[in-house]
């Protein structure tokens, strides 16, 4: 269907603040004045500029007005939609979720989530029910979602009601300008149908997203590298292979034979009930922009290499970052003997897979430093902090450093009722302020030069513990990251000094060791410039971040410059959850910031 544009950037940008309001009626539920306060900071250069400053009108709103707009909206499925009292917009948009065709226990089901939710917060629940690719949600993904966010405190959903009217917004501006991110579709439906490769099926009750489990060469694996391979050949691939560690690996060559080439991709394994773009974001955005190359005929000068890497999470075999290892020359000989939890080894996952599982076919992946101009990568957020800000892009600054540790306190287990306070040897509690520490040192770095640290103390264990029992042992992890190696070196230190004091002051023994340790990966300065640019070029500011993560960049790193570019998730950032999601129009923006940084090269 093609949609006739009723309005453009011209007509808003010379129209005054009556005729500009007037334009702009109806994209924000009966709240004029968002529109009113938008017009100062005409021209817009893009329809994302004018999207991002409707949202930053808001943001700079008082609280009162904040819930003024939320207030404006109707509930779903409510009395004034059972009476037709809703505006077109509102109606078109629950009509193409269904929620006009309710059955009866589906309308009782919302009409008491309604009043929940009414009771709780005293305003309206807010979803934009046309979902993150324009055409509607299920009405159980609606129901399942309502449920979901019951949970949340005042403050979390207040933000998140208007992040959902921002996506409103957004979805009836598209209408207006007559604009489908076609090229967001396009990335939206490879995510779906790759994700249809995983080992495991069924419904897990969260928000109704699918399980979605792919790990290193197992037979799901191996189909959905088939199922890259065919769509690079679709794309206009030149030359398109699986390599000898399971890369699927895919060429569009240039005009010049001698140029070096860009190099770009992601992984496209998965942890275990992951999310669909985490990775494979990175796989899809590049080959969308060869896609379009090939169909106008087009070539640069110089080649693009796009790889889909076939391990980076780590989740079948104790070795993370096989795929990227192997193109860096850093594939560990004693990881071909790892074995997974059934006793298969690397090496034999390898041949059941057809692959060769020879050292001398894996060495000679490594690449040429020379022959490329450096290593690019897009990747969902993973956090919340774009989300938050409502800015759709982000400019990474460097991949952290990391150290984790595994940590075990052993005090003395005596009687709960019987030892007086001071002569416990409590090892539980130890290393509650080891934890507690933590958080207190990582905060520390809260504005520190290169950006912030994390500290995280993810597993705490009393192993046979029991409720009348003073903890005689505890066994804990630790995870300190930091955007350079001497922060995060300074972290541990002082972390690992405050260890100490605290088993000599309780009498606790505490022992660490370090299991992991990962270096730092600042951006490259002129291709974290390249991606600035690209974000400027669709008229967004320019947000930069360090990524807490570790991405096949991180090695990268190794031989080549690179640099990253986030785009925001939803649902608060979450990744590694079958919830994570973006939107067609965030996935568009991603191709079209690459499309510029190619063609400015």
């Given amino acids: 269907m093609v949609v006739i544009p009723t309005l453009s950037l011209d007509q808003l940008n010379e129209a005054d603040q009556a005729a500009f309001t007037q334009l702009l009626d109806g994209i924000y539920e009966h709240s004029p004045w968002i529109a009113e306060a938008t017009w100062a900071k005409r021209p817009f250069a893009s329809l994302a500029h004018l999207k991002h400053a409707l949202a930053q009108t808001v943001r700079e709103a008082s609280v009162a007005q904040q819930l003024g707009l939320i207030r404006a909206h109707p509930e779903l499925a409510g009395k004034a939609a059972v009476a037709g009292e809703l505006t077109a917009e509102s109606t078109n948009e629950q009509s193409q979720a269904g929620l006009t065709h309710c059955s009866p226990d589906e309308f009782a089901r919302l009409q008491q989530l309604n009043a929940d939710y009414n009771a709780k917060f005293g305003w309206p629940f807010i979803l934009a029910v046309r979902g993150p690719r324009g055409t509607g949600l299920t009405r159980q993904q609606i129901i399942t979602t309502f449920a979901r966010r019951l949970r949340h405190n005042a403050d ?26 076609t090229d967001g579709n396009q990335i939206l439906d490879w995510a779906d149908a790759l994700a249809a490769h995983t080992e495991g099926t069924g419904d897990n009750g969260l928000d109704g997203a699918l399980p979605l489990t792919l790990t290193y060469l ?42 070096t080439r860009l190099l770009t991709g992601s992984h496209y394994d998965t942890v275990r009930n992951g999310g669909r773009y985490d990775g494979r974001l990175g796989i899809f955005v590049p080959m969308a922009c060869v896609q379009a190359l090939f169909k106008a005929g087009k070539r640069l000068r110089y080649g693009i290499e796009v790889v889909a890497f076939a391990e980076e999470e780590g989740q079948r075999f104790p070795a993370t970052f096989l795929g990227s290892s192997a193109l860096v020359g850093d594939f560990q000989p004693e990881w071909l003997d790892t074995v997974d939890a059934q006793g298969i080894s690397v090496r034999q996952a390898m041949l059941d897979a057809g692959l060769s599982a020879n050292l001398d076919d894996i060495r000679a992946l490594a690449r040429q430093p020379q022959r490329y101009l450096g290593f690019v990568e897009v990747h969902i957020e993973q956090g919340p902090v774009l989300h938050a800000l409502d800015l759709p892009l982000g400019v990474v600054t460097g991949i952290n450093g ?54 995280t103390v993810g597993v705490l264990h009393v192993p046979q513990g029991s409720i009348n029992v003073v903890p005689g042992r505890c066994q804990f992890t630790l995870d300190l990251r930091a955007p350079t190696d001497a922060q995060r070196d300074a972290l541990a230190a002082d972390v690992q000094t405050f260890t100490t004091t605290v088993a000599e002051r309780r009498g606790v023994d505490i022992h660490l060791t370090q299991t992991m340790v990962a270096a730092a990966a600042p951006s490259d300065a002129l291709w974290q410039q390249r991606w600035e640019a690209a974000v400027s070029s669709l008229g967004l500011p320019v ?37 994570e999601t973006i939107t067609n129009d965030d996935a568009q923006l991603c191709v079209d910031a690459f499309m510029h940084l190619l063609e400015n090269l």
């Avoid at 959905?224 to 206009?236: D, E, S, Y």
């Avoid at 002569?423 to 040192?441: F, G, N, P, Q």
């Fill in 543 to 579: 947000y930069k971040l360090p990524s807490g993560a570790g991405h096949d960049a991180m090695k990268l790193h190794q031989i080549l410059p690179q640099a990253m570019l986030f785009v925001r998730g939803g649902n608060d950032g979450i990744s590694h959850n079958p919830l």
């Fill in 402 to 455: 990391s150290v984790r540790f595994n940590g075990e306190a052993i005090g003395v287990a005596c009687h709960a009722g019987t030892t007086p306070m001071p002569m416990r040897h409590d090892a539980a509690l130890a290393v509650a302020e080891i934890a507690l520490m933590t958080e207190r040192r990582a905060r520390d770095d809260a504005h520190a030069p290169d950006g912030p640290s994390v500290g």
């Fill in 218 to 259: 197992t037979p799901e694996h191996q189909s959905a590298a088939t199922q890259l391979q065919i769509w690079m050949r679709v794309c206009g691939f030149d030359e398109v292979k699986l390599d000898a560690v399971g890369n699927v690996v895919g060429v569009y060559h240039g005009t010049d034979a001698n140029a």
């Fill in 156 to 181: 979390a959903e207040r933000a998140e009601c208007l992040r959902n009217i921002h996506r409103i917004a957004e979805i009836r501006l598209n209408d207006k300008f007559g604009v489908a991110p």
